[in-house]
């Protein structure tokens, strides 16, 4: 079945640090892929998503680019904050079922020190 | 717009104890789901609606049961816990969820521990 896959964390980087998370997926069909970051004590929030490959989603300096050849959605961010802390989701849609389903990898945690 | 809304916020239950977990979301959304958190596994799907009356089994159904009477609210049931089932629960709605393309909105978590 569909899965992804997630480095592992704790991530830890100082403030203005370059980020990468990695993600990989496997899936029947063409999914679209997301990540969704959950700050402390908080439910899920979209963060970007792309929906057909060599797309790029972004938004608030993240990006994330959907590579259908390496079966990636690696997240990036060039200078993170403080702020940025929290843990990183990435998802992919569940094609087969055609019930909106996501499928998620484990989660990975991120802390930026000052 | 209040979003997705879970009650209660916190919890605690002594095993074979029964408790419903209420979901509910103002967005009109016809698809709603339940999904439990545990350390290292990500989000799984226990079980999801596609519209008011219906109901299905996602990844991990066992021990819950759900109900969908009114199109705004999804109901999770316990009906008798187990320490197995200590977790934080999420539940999460989406417009037309055949698009997979949608996104999903997520309320801010239950999270139940079971003594």
């Known amino acids: 079945g569909d899965s992804v896959t997630q480095m592992e964390g704790p991530v830890t980087l100082s403030e203005e640090a370059f980020l990468t998370i990695n993600c990989t997926y496997t899936?029947?069909?063409?999914?679209?892929l997301f990540w969704y970051v959950q700050y402390p004590g908080e439910g899920l929030q979209l963060l970007l998503k792309?929906?057909?490959?060599?797309d790029k989603g972004s938004n608030k300096g993240f990006e994330a680019t959907y590579r259908k050849e390496t079966t990636s959605f690696h997240l990036e961010k060039g200078s993170v904050q403080v702020s940025d802390s929290a843990v990183y989701f990435c998802?992919?849609?569940?094609?087969?079922?055609?019930?909106?389903?996501?499928?998620f990898g484990q989660g990975t945690t991120l802390q930026v020190k000052p | 717009n209040a979003g997705v809304t879970q009650t209660p916020k916190f919890r605690v239950l002594k095993t074979g104890q029964s408790m419903t977990l209420l979901c509910a979301q103002d967005?009109?959304?016809?698809?709603m789901y339940w999904y439990r958190q545990d350390p290292g596994m990500g989000l799984r799907l226990i079980h999801y609606?596609?519209?008011?009356?219906?109901?299905a089994k996602g990844e991990v159904p066992d021990g819950y049961n759900v109900s969908r009477l009114k199109k705004q609210n999804f109901l999770l049931g316990l009906e008798s816990a187990a320490p197995s089932q200590t977790s934080v629960y999420f539940c999460?709605?989406?417009?037309?969820?055949?698009?997979?393309?949608?996104?999903?909105?997520f309320g801010p978590g239950t999270r139940l521990t079971v003594l």
């Open positions: 999460a709605s989406s417009y037309l969820g055949r698009r997979s393309t949608d996104e999903q909105f």
């Open positions: 899936a029947t069909g063409y999914p679209s």
């Open positions: 792309a929906t057909k490959a060599d």
């Open positions: 998802a992919l849609s569940e094609t087969i079922s055609n019930t909106g389903k996501l499928i």
């Open positions: 967005m009109n959304h016809e698809y």
């Open positions: 609606s596609v519209g008011e009356g219906t109901t």
